[in-house]
């Protein structure tokens, strides 16, 4: 059985909604990569956010996200481990839940890349976002992931990051690198 929401994102609105139009929503924790299409495309993160939370209390979970996998990588004192992630791990201070829930735009590439593979890889360490994504899960965040079909995904996932940048002035927090 799917676990699309069908009133697609959960939590706050934002001015950006509109660019995400026609995509399928799920629940990153719950959705299953057998649920996604074998078809390139664009996939979007998005953190769910209760709009009765204030701003203060939104942004200090995004700070125990970023505290909690420091720790982590602290705890670990492995180097090498510390230099893949800890630059990753920074991007975690740039997510404003108060400006934006969106918190990456991506693509399944060129080639033989697919949305369900791509999902896949999110779980895992081939995608450059799963520690940040694993670290906001850990701190309790629950994230909407949605997608859309795209045979052009690469030209589609540009267009999406460029009208992001106009309404919000910036990339969104996990793309910048």
Known sequence: MARYLSSGFRGKSCLCDGLFKGFKWGDLRRLSSKELPTKPGVYVLRLVVNEYVGPADLRERVGKAYSKASALLDKAGWRELSNYFGKRVERIRRIDPVKCPVIYIGATGKGTG??????????????????????????????????????????VESRLKRQYIEVHGDMPALNKG
Do not use: C, K, M, Q
């Not at 593979?117 to 779980?123: H, P």
């Not at 450059?128 to 994230?143: E, K, R």
């Open 114 to 155: 697919t949305l369900r593979s791509r999902f896949r890889d999110l779980a895992g360490l081939r995608h450059t976002i799963f520690y940040p994504v694993f670290s906001l899960i850990l701190a309790g965040w629950d994230i909407d992931f949605g997608w859309t079909e795209a045979e052009d995904a690469f030209n």
